[in-house]
């Protein structure tokens, strides 16, 4: 293959700019797949994907095209996620390219996760070029967003593609860029094997399918294989490329070139992404730079609804970890929730995504816990303990300090919410850093947060705080110390251990109102008045008291009546089997995911 | 020949002078529908010959009928004396059989209830609700309680001696006082049965939309605490959740329907359950009209486990509760088998009594019967 003739690049694009869509022309246009073929978007191939518009896993796709030169290129498009959860998947999938194509909404402009990605890509030495897309919209200012690229990125952008991708306006002209914009990939195919896995898949067949870019050497069928980091080996079964929702066998893969190989791999663990694969035999001096062991950044306890189905969910999350390595998960017990699992996770998206997955994919109800950070706990003895589990903090005596993690946060608003977004920066315990005004309407707020006030609803909060206009990006800085307290929820004087989480202490009084406010609404009446307290070390700081029940009959029930009646006690009944007894309270589900959501009024 | 079995008969009139705002009954205004009224009638009679064979009348001897509505006493007398007659010409009744009309003061003088007299009509079922004219009015009636009492004495002139009257509780601005003041009005009169029920807002009623002053719950439960006291002292026994009779006066009919006895419903939306099976009538005029009487996407055969669950639901709205006893000779299970623990559960926290044979929700256990009626369902 004709190192010459291939181009290996990926979109880059704040969420709902179209970068999807645009992959979708791009496909559509360089043939290999008549429009009948075409599914809506055919990157985003898992169902949740589609509903949230969003890509979770990155997907690859090559096709051919015939520029106007007359030759044929070879486009291998690599798909990346578009949440900050996902960053360093991003980061591995920018590495595999050498060009990158950046959409921007001509009506939005550049939004925080725009810059994000772009110095992103910037960092990797790709070469970026814009597209200004939904030029159509009436409200689209393609020159004004021009001119703001130039300012703020700093990359030439006058002569950007103007394009529809959802009306297939301007598509040829980025078809044409791509050949011309984006440079050719290099590396020697007689090098010894050096390969970037991007991604991978586990396939009941195959076993795992790595995705990779060869950037030294080639590989072939029987090519015994190794992965630098985790060590794992394998003889290589089968090499291919990527056709629109197809894997298509070849003979090799050769410097230069995305596509896969298999190996009968059988955890996707093994090809963690970011390592380098070489040649068993004869591998390369040292491996692709920039690999990093991922790490969960919020956890949670999940526990099925109907305590029954724990084996399901066992084999639920060990199905979804075959393909998702950065999701964690070991069992763990609670009084009140019985067996579950403390699962880890990259963000909060992340965790709604699984979340979703298994009620969906696998049909399983989850009772999810108030997801939190690790913690650090310093003991008096020496000893540091990484805390998932609020439940398990050791005996205030025992503990000398905590830390929590901190993010850098870049925030990007209009001017006229500025006020109202640094106040709930101040709320959420943020450090301001710096202001800059990106243009006249436009700035730029640099805060450091603690992560454990972002996981909840900061982005919700955000949202509604700033009208929608509010874009938000942000990566981890560090540890710092910090005056951190277990609330403790009590109901019925007994201690709800599936409720209990870490606050600041300066929270705790404002958290601990809340909470018992919220679940004086979620809890049902009994026969019995319930208190609610909440608690710090031992020490009540807020209550409510939810009233016994007087009255729950129906007055009257005839023969015409008896089958209606029935179902609404078949109804009551159900929602009694939803409950998970506390002492001699009934708890909703709900009541443990209600706590999430504190800010909503 | 076997003994024939015992069978109670509903039918149900769906008309109104004027519609309730409370009301989820099926029925429609009467001015609207005087052209349907004598077509409905005739189809009753033919839907009562249907389900004669269909269910094998000729096995039951009716032990109870109820004309129930709607407003049975809005049509014609004659429309009555006329199903009744179908009714006795189809099937075999007993000589003590129970026939029940709702009747709704302002709605009967003295030839419709002499009518219904004659046609062997013994009970009636007064629609009052309240004593109190500003009550009535919030609950959208159209009589005021004068127009009852002399409805009330011109019925007993007629010769009536089972008569029941409907009241209601917990009305939109009603005070524990002045259902007090209902409940003496009432007892003063002397009616051999009281129905008193507290009003539930239903989905779908104009009342489920309109802001109301309701009573608190502790009023609430008090009026109905008194209800059970006052008519106790004034000589009538509580049978059921709001049922309340002199002795040998209690409702046959409706005891049957909690028993889970064989009754056929006539007429729109009436229910029937012959055994296990289960039959709701099509709600939809234009279609009964044209002779669709049941309702066939509801019809449902019963498994033993539903049977058995209505039965402890249902048994539990009466103050003698359920008999273990004939729970076990008809279901083949005992009840604590059945349900293991429940009733354990129940009676220690107060809300069931077991006692002589038969499992009883007691006062605390009336309040919160839903809570332990759907431990069954």
Redesign the interface.
Known sequence: MDQSKIRNFCIIAHIDHGKSTLADRIIEKTGLLTSREMQAQILDNMDLERERGITIKAQSVRTVYKAKNGEEYIFNLIDTPGHVDFNYEVSRSLAACDGAILVVDAAQGIEAQTLANVYLALDHDLDVFPVINKIDLPSAEPQRVIDEIEDIIGIEAQDAPLISAKNGIGIEEVLEAIVEKIPAPKGDAKKPLQALIFDSLYDSYKGVIVFCRIMEGSVKKGTPIKMMATGATADVVEVGYFGAGQFIPCDELSAGMVGYITASIKNVKDTAVGDTVTNAQNPCDKPLPGYKKVQSMVYCGMYPADGAKYPDLRDALEKLQLNDASLHYEPETSIALGFGFRCGFLGLLHLEIIQERLEREYNLDLVTTAPGVIYKVHKTDGEVIDLTNPSNLPDPTEIDYMEEPIVSAEIMVTKEFVGSIMELCQERRGRYIDMEYMEETRALLKYELPLNEIIYDFFDALKSRSKGYASFDYEMKGYEESQLVKLDILINKEEVDALSFIVHKDSAYERGRKMCEKLKDEIPRH?FEIPIQAAVGGKVIARETVKA????????????D??R??K???K??EG?KRMRQIGNVEIPQKAFMSVLKLDEK | MTEKKPLSLYVHIPFCIKKCLYCDFLSFPLKSQTQNIENYVNQLCREIEYKNSQYSGEEYRVISVFFGGGTPSSIDARYIEKILCKLRGVFSFDKDAEITIEVNPGTVDEDKLTTYYKAGINRLSFGLQSACDEELKTLGRIHNYDTFEKNFALARRVGFTNINVDLMSAIPNQTVASWEWNLNQIIRLNPEHISAYSLIVEEGTPFYDMELKLPSEEDERAMYAMTGDKLLTAGYEQYEISNYGKPGFECKHNIVYWKRGDYLGFGISAASLVGNLRISNVTSMEDYLLGQYEDTETKELLSLQEEMGEAMFLGLRMTEGVSEEAFVKRYGITITDQYPGVIEKYVRQGLLERRKGHIFLTKEGMNLANAVMCEFV
Request: with cysteine.
């Open positions: 026969l029940m007087r009255k729950d009959v129906l007055a009257k029930c005839y023969g015409g008896i089958t009646k029935k609404l006690l078949e009551q009944k009694k």
